[in-house]
C-alpha cells in the first residue's frame, strides 16, 4: 500500500454519483425539497430505533439506548465504528491502528457485543481478534443506534454485553420524501495525506424505491506527536445496491453489498529483515427483507429478514500469505408484533443462524467451526400513566463443532424486567434487571497456536462453560427547555466470566509469550452520564455545553483487575450555532488505568482537544451545501487507550486536521 489516490471502478462510481449530486443541486427542474438528509429535521423525540420491536422512538424505551444521527453523527464519523461511537458514555473503542475499532460497551467487548447491519449480524471475524476490522462503513450510516446492557433477548448469546446497529437505509420499507435525493461528500485528511469521498442516491415513486451508494478512503501513514506510525496506512473501498417494493399492504427488497479493506499491522511494520505485516479484507452481503401489515387477526405486522455473507481476510507477511480467514454466514429473523391486549403490547420472533469459520495456514490459531443457533424470544411492553413496564425472555441453542474436537452444546436462558416511573414531564427514573446468557465463542473455546498480528501464542479451553450475567441498573432521566441530564449506575455479576489473561510465560518453539483463555466469576461496576446545557437562543445563534463522563471497574473472584478494562473519562463541549456557521470545541480527559491485571502495562492520563467549523454556504430547495473543518488532538497529546492489545506499541494517532465539503439534495 501506498498513500497516492487509487483509481479503480468504485472510486469512479463515487466520483459519478458526486457528480449527479452536484447536477441535481443545479438544474432548474428540480423542485423537491431535500428528504431527512438535511440534517435539522429530526429530533431525538422523532427518531425511530429500529433495533427494537414496536416502532418506538429514543425517549420511549425503558432500556437505556444512544442513537447517533444528523449533524452529530456528521461530527462523530471515523474510519473505524467503534471511533465513531466512542463519544458515547459508556462505549469506547479497541484499536489497532487507524483501520482498526471494534466498539466496546460498558467494558464488555469481542462476542460480547453484537454489531449488526440493519439489524442483522454483521458475520465478519472482528470478534475473534482485535486486529479484525469490522466489515461495516460508517460513512454510510442514516443514524447509528447503541444497546447499552445485555440485549441477548432480541439478538442472541452475542448480544450480552450489549449492541451497536449499523442503519443504512438501504432497503426502503416506505415511500420517499423525494423522487430523487441523497448525499455525498469528499474529505481530506492532514495527518495521514488521506482522502475519503462517498455518496448515495435514493430515486423511487409510487410503490418502489432504487438505493446505490460507494465509499473511497486512501490513507497514508498517520501522523504521531513525534514522526509517523510505521505501516497504519489503510485503504477502503464499500458500495451496495438495492430496491424494494412497498404499499399498504408492506413491503419486499433486497440488496447486494461489498466491502474491502487493505490496511496495515502497525503493531508489526517490519525492520528491514522481518517484512511488515498487512491485512486484506474482504466481504459480500446479501440481504433480504419483507413486512406483511396486518396479515391476519391479532397480528399487526409480521417482518422477516435474511441475510447471507461471505467473509475472506488474509494476513500477509510482506508479499508471503501468511494466515488466511474465511467465514460463510447466514440468519434468519422472523417478528411478529401483536395486537394491544389491554395495556399490553409486544412482539415474539424466532432468529436462527449458522457459520462456517476456517483458518488456513501455518499460523491459523484457531480450527475450522461449524457454529449453528436458533433461538425464541418474546417482548411485552405495558403502559399506566406514569408507569411502564417492559418484560422478556428468550431460549437458545447454540452448538460449535470443531474440524480437531469435539462438539460443544449450549442451552441458554435470558430474562429481564424494566420499569420506568414517571415522577413528571421533566423527570423519569428507570430500573432494569436483566439475566442473560452467553455460549462461548469458537476462539475461547478452540484456540491453540502463534498469534502472529497480536505477537502472542494464544490457547484456548474447550472446557469451558457457558456465561451467565446478572445485572441491575438505575437511571434517571431529566429534560427541559434549558437543561437536559441522564445518569445511570450498574452492577454485572458474571459467573464464569470468560477472559484472555497473559501468563508471563513464553512458548519455546515460537518465542511468543502465551496467553491463554480462562474462566472466573466476575463483577462489573460503573457510572456514566452525560448534561446538555441550552445556554442561550438568540439573533446570536444557539448556544450549548455538554459534559459527560463515565467509569467502569471489573475484578474477579478475590478481587485481582481483569484486563484491558477502559479508563475512566471526562469530557465536555461547547457548540454555537448561527444562521450559516455552525463551531464547536470539545475536550476529554482520559484518566490513567492503573487497575491493572497481572503482567499488563498501565496507561497514563491524557487530554484530547477537538474542534470544528462547518459553514453552509449553499442553501436552497434542492440542495444545501456545506463547508467543514474537523481538527483532533490539537494539543498532539501522546495518547495510549487501555483496551488496546498493543496498546504499548500503537499510540493514537497524533494531531489530524481535515477539511472537506458535504452536499444533502
Do not use: C
Request: aromatic content about 10%; hydrophobic content about 40%; charged content about 20%.
Amino acid at each position: 500500500m501506498n498513500p497516492t489516490l487509487r483509481f479503480n471502478p468504485l472510486a469512479l462510481a463515487v466520483s459519478a454519483l458526486l457528480f449527479t449530486a452536484a447536477a441535481h443541486a443545479q438544474s432548474d427542474d428540480a423542485s423537491a425539497a431535500p428528504d431527512g438528509s438535511k440534517r435539522d429535521v429530526k429530533t431525538l423525540d422523532t427518531v425511530t430505533v429500529t433495533g427494537v420491536p414496536l416502532g418506538q422512538g429514543a425517549d420511549d424505551l425503558v432500556a437505556p439506548v444512544a442513537v447517533l444521527f444528523g449533524e452529530e453523527l456528521d461530527a462523530r464519523k471515523a474510519n473505524t465504528l467503534g471511533e465513531t461511537v466512542s463519544s458515547i458514555p459508556g462505549v469506547t473503542t479497541t484499536y489497532f491502528g487507524p483501520g482498526v475499532g471494534r466498539p466496546i460497551i460498558r467494558g464488555l467487548d469481542g462476542p460480547r457485543v453484537a454489531v449488526l447491519s440493519d439489524g442483522l449480524n454483521s458475520n465478519d471475524v472482528s470478534n475473534i481478534s482485535q486486529d479484525h476490522a469490522v466489515a461495516l462503513e460508517p460513512f454510510l450510516a442514516d443514524q447509528i443506534e447503541v444497546l447499552k446492557g445485555p440485549s441477548t433477548l432480541l439478538y442472541g448469546s452475542g448480544a450480552i454485553g450489549g449492541v451497536v446497529n449499523v442503519v443504512d437505509g438501504r432497503i426502503r420499507e416506505t415511500a420517499l420524501d423525494t423522487p430523487f435525493s441523497g448525499r455525498a461528500e469528499l474529505r481530506y485528511d492532514a495527518g495521514s495525506n488521506g482522502f475519503t469521498g462517498m455518496s448515495r442516491v435514493d430515486a423511487g415513486g409510487d410503490g418502489y424505491a432504487v438505493h446505490i451508494d460507494g465509499l473511497y478512503r486512501d490513507t497514508g501513514n498517520y501522523d504521531l506527536p513525534k514522526g509517523k506510525l510505521a505501516n497504519s496506512d489503510l485503504n477502503n473501498q464499500s458500495g451496495a445496491v438495492a430496491g424494494s417494493i412497498f404499499g399498504d399492504w408492506g413491503f419486499a427488497g433486497a440488496s447486494v453489498s461489498r466491502y474491502e479493506s487493505d490496511y496495515g499491522n502497525p503493531a508489526e511494520p517490519g525492520d528491514g529483515i522481518d517484512p511488515g505485516v498487512s491485512l486484506d479484507v474482504e466481504q459480500t452481503r446479501y440481504d433480504l427483507k419483507a413486512g406483511l401489515a396486518k396479515p391476519f387477526a391479532g397480528i399487526e405486522r409480521v417482518e422477516l429478514a435474511f441475510g447471507h455473507t461471505d467473509y475472506k481476510h488474509i494476513e500477509f507477511e510482506g508479499d508471503a500469505v501468511g494466515t488466511t480467514f474465511l467465514s460463510d454466514g447466514n440468519e434468519l429473523r422472523l417478528e411478529a408484533t401483536h395486537a394491544a391486549l389491554g395495556a399490553w403490547q409486544g412482539a415474539l420472533g424466532v432468529q436462527a443462524g449458522s457459520k462456517q469459520f476456517e483458518a488456513i495456514g501455518e499460523e491459523a490459531f484457531v480450527p475450522g467451526t461449524r457454529t449453528r443457533n436458533v433461538g425464541l424470544f418474546v417482548i411485552e411492553q405495558g403502559a399506566w400513566n406514569r408507569l411502564k413496564l417492559e418484560l422478556g425472555a428468550r431460549g437458545d441453542f447454540q452448538g460449535s463443532d470443531p474440524d480437531n474436537g469435539s462438539k460443544r452444546s449450549f442451552a441458554l436462558f435470558s430474562a429481564s424486567l424494566g420499569a420506568r416511573w414517571q415522577f413528571s414531564e421533566q423527570v423519569h427514573l428507570s430500573l432494569n434487571a436483566d439475566r442473560a446468557q452467553r455460549a462461548p465463542a469458537e476462539e475461547e473455546l478452540f484456540a491453540n497456536g502463534p498469534h502472529i498480528a497480536t505477537a502472542t501464542f494464544e490457547i484456548g479451553d474447550p472446557l469451558l462453560g457457558k456465561e451467565t450475567s446478572r445485572q441491575i441498573e438505575l437511571g434517571l432521566h431529566y429534560h427541559s427547555d434549558r437543561f437536559e441530564a441522564e445518569f445511570s449506575a450498574y452492577r454485572n455479576w458474571f459467573d464464569n466470566f470468560i477472559f484472555l489473561a497473559d501468563t508471563g510465560l513464553i512458548d519455546d518453539e515460537s518465542e511468543l509469550p502465551i496467553r491463554t483463555w480462562l474462566q472466573s466469576d466476575a463483577v462489573f461496576r460503573g457510572i456514566e452520564g452525560e448534561a446538555t446545557w441550552h445556554v442561550a437562543d438568540n439573533d446570536a445563534g444557539k448556544f450549548d455545553l455538554r459534559i459527560y463522563g463515565d467509569r467502569v471497574r471489573a475484578t474477579r473472584t478475590g478481587g485481582a483487575n481483569l484486563p484491558r478494562i477502559p479508563a475512566g473519562r471526562l469530557g465536555t463541549e461547547f457548540t454555537w450555532r448561527g444562521e450559516a456557521l455552525r463551531a464547536g470545541i470539545g475536550a476529554v480527559h482520559t484518566f490513567s488505568q492503573n487497575r491493572n491485571a497481572e503482567f499488563e502495562t498501565q496507561t497514563s492520563d491524557y487530554t484530547l482537544l477537538n474542534a470544528s467549523v462547518t459553514y453552509t454556504f449553499l442553501d436552497s430547495e434542492r440542495s444545501s451545501w456545506e463547508a467543514f473543518v474537523q481538527g483532533n488532538n490539537l494539543g498532539n497529546e501522546n495518547a495510549r487507550l487501555a483496551t488496546s492489545v498493543v496498546k504499548d506499541r500503537v499510540p493514537l494517532p497524533g494531531r489530524n486536521v481535515a477539511v472537506g465539503v458535504r452536499v444533502y439534495f
